[in-house]
């Protein structure tokens, strides 16, 4: 997906679930011009910069410039993160144009 | 050597804690849902979900299936695309009643084939047949694409279509899975049975393979990992039917050299249908091998 600067989070939005190996990802509109992630996780001390870079890599690619992310992580691979992600950000700014032909 | 199809564990496509580790219990087919098991409002996110796990997590040798939304629903065009450029192996699509259901899901494969440069007709596909249309038309619908690998039953929908509820002994099944094994053998592809639900009551759900196993079935969905080793004993020849099997090879060969085509093995005649039945043994003994190796111990 093109990197568009005006693609902005119209709607607080959440994607994923509390469920052992899911991560729960909630959306808002951030004021600064940064991805803002706040992180809550049982192995926050082994993978926490991790995860954290995980979530703000998803988000920039999708072309999300500024948010604040609550993220509640239950040990889920990145995959999942990337999922949840791209899924929270499609529906915090009704973009839905995921590029399926990128590398996951 | 022979494709196993003997069982197809049903996962989820929402459920990202099943998904990752799915492929360790054994099943020779996963099918990721994206229809039935996942609420309306969730089609994106488990959309996304399978997509990345197609292309992240080695389920080694574990055939991928994905079952997508029906082309009618307003996800199924877009399923279709994700998983195709996920690279998943096999599309399986639910509720066919026609071959032109199979013919407009070709259509949308290829589409997702040629945008995102996989080679074309590498996808594969397979049948759900979960309604009396789809049985009428099992045969038309087996030979519509050459992608198609199997037709497979969907029986809580087809209960429903007939007005009836499914049974123990299966009676309201009989037609169906006799029609769609003729219609598979027919078409020279593999046909899967419907789930046993209950998943505590293992006595039945191994009665119930057998009895496909010997209507002609290929293999079972399973919903639970719990059912995929009894469903497995049940396809594994045993280690007397895999040496009754070569004995009955040895003496065709014998015979052949001698240049006699009728043989006699243990005081029973030798003919083409029985040696064809040993190979077909042995090929499922050797495509089985763990799971034999394991049963001759």
């Given at each position: 997906m093109e990197v568009s600067s005006d693609m902005k989070v119209t709607t607080p939005a959440s994607a994923g679930t509390m469920e052992s190996g899911d991560i729960l990802i909630e959306i808002e509109p951030g004021e600064q011009r940064t991805v803002e992630v706040v992180l809550k996780s049982s192995v926050a001390n082994e993978f926490g910069k991790q995860i954290v870079a995980t979530i703000q890599r998803a988000v920039e690619e999708f072309g999300l410039e500024y948010a604040v992310i609550n993220a509640v992580d239950k040990g889920a691979l990145d995959c999942t993160i990337r999922a949840r992600v791209v899924a929270a950000c499609q529906r915090a700014t009704g973009e839905d144009g995921f590029d399926w032909g990128k590398r996951a | 050597m022979t494709k196993l199809r003997r069982s197809m564990l049903f996962v989820p496509g929402n459920n990202p804690g099943m998904m990752s580790d799915a492929h360790i219990y054994g099943s020779d087919a996963l099918m990721f849902d994206l229809?039935?098991?996942?609420t309306l409002r969730e089609k994106d996110a488990a959309r996304l979900l399978v997509y990345h796990a197609l292309k992240t997590i080695h389920y080694g040798e574990c055939e991928r299936v994905v079952r997508v939304n029906p082309l009618n629903t307003p996800y199924g065009k877009a399923d279709i695309e994700a998983m195709v450029a996920a690279g998943v192996e096999v599309i399986r699509l639910p509720k066919t009643e026609t071959a032109q259901d199979i013919c407009d899901t070709e259509a949308e494969i290829m589409r997702a084939e040629q945008k995102y440069g996989i080679p074309i007709g590498q996808t594969r596909m397979m049948a759900a047949i979960e309604g009396a249309l789809g049985v009428i038309n099992a045969y038309a619908i087996a030979t519509a694409s050459p992608r198609l690998v199997a037709i497979a039953l969907g029986a809580e929908d087809y209960c429903a279509n007939l007005k009836t509820t499914r049974s123990l002994e299966g009676s309201e099944l009989q037609y169906a899975r006799g029609a769609i094994v003729v219609a598979a053998r027919a078409a020279g592809i593999d046909c899967i049975d419907t789930v046993y639900s209950d998943v505590n009551n293992e006595e039945q759900l191994i009665k119930e393979t057998q009895a496909i196993k010997q209507l002609g079935f290929d293999g079972k969905s399973v919903i639970n990992p719990r059912q995929i080793k009894p469903v497995h004993r049940v396809f594994t020849p045993t280690h007397e039917e895999f040496v009754k099997a070569q004995r009955i090879l040895a003496a065709s060969r014998e015979a052949e050299q001698r240049g006699s085509g009728v043989v006699a093995l243990d005081g029973k005649m030798i003919d083409r249908p029985v040696v064809i039945r040993a190979e077909r043994t042995l090929e499922l003994a050797y495509a089985s091998r763990t799971v034999f190796e394991e049963e001759e111990l």
């Open positions: - | 229809e039935d098991s996942v």
